[in-house]
Nanobody, 126 residues
Framework: QVQLVESGGGLVQAGGSLRLSCAAS????????MAWFRQGPGKEREFVAS????????EYSDSVKGRFIISSDNVKNTVYLQMNSLKPEDTAVYYC???????????????????WGQGTQVTVSS
């Protein structure tokens, strides 16, 4: 089992930036992909970005492509989400997650992910 802890959320004005971190511990050698999801008020949890644990193969949702950058530091067992040009619609609780199995590595469905952090709140004011 992998334990995940997110940090870095906060309140920012529209157009600003934040960097989220997700620290992994436990069976990190089995962590082939790390993903970020978010859940806004009254909305379903949605995929944001994912990265291969070796730092390759980044994917982004259309809503954040060109504004967010996902990266990883294998020495620190940490994945980051650099969020730029933030918009009020980016307001959400952001979670990092690990898929249930390698065959689900590129899934964007929350139910295919078995390990989740507790989430970190991001609020973007207009």
């Amino acid at each position: 089992q992998v334990q995940l802890v997110e940090s870095g959320g906060g309140l920012v004005q529209a157009g600003g930036s934040l960097r989220l971190s997700c620290a992994a511990s436990g069976r990190t050698f089995s962590t082939y992909v790390m993903a970020w999801f978010r859940q806004g008020p009254g909305k379903e949890r949605e995929f944001v970005a994912s990265i291969g644990w070796s730092g390759d193969s980044m994917e982004y949702s259309d809503s954040v492509k060109g504004r967010f950058i996902i990266s990883s530091d294998n020495v620190k067992n940490t994945v980051y989400l650099q969020m730029n040009s933030l918009k009020p619609e980016d307001t959400a609780v952001y979670y990092c997650a690990v898929p249930r199995s390698p065959v689900l590595s590129r899934s964007r469905i929350p139910g295919h992910f078995g390990s989740w952090g507790q989430g970190t709140q991001v609020t973007v004011s207009s």
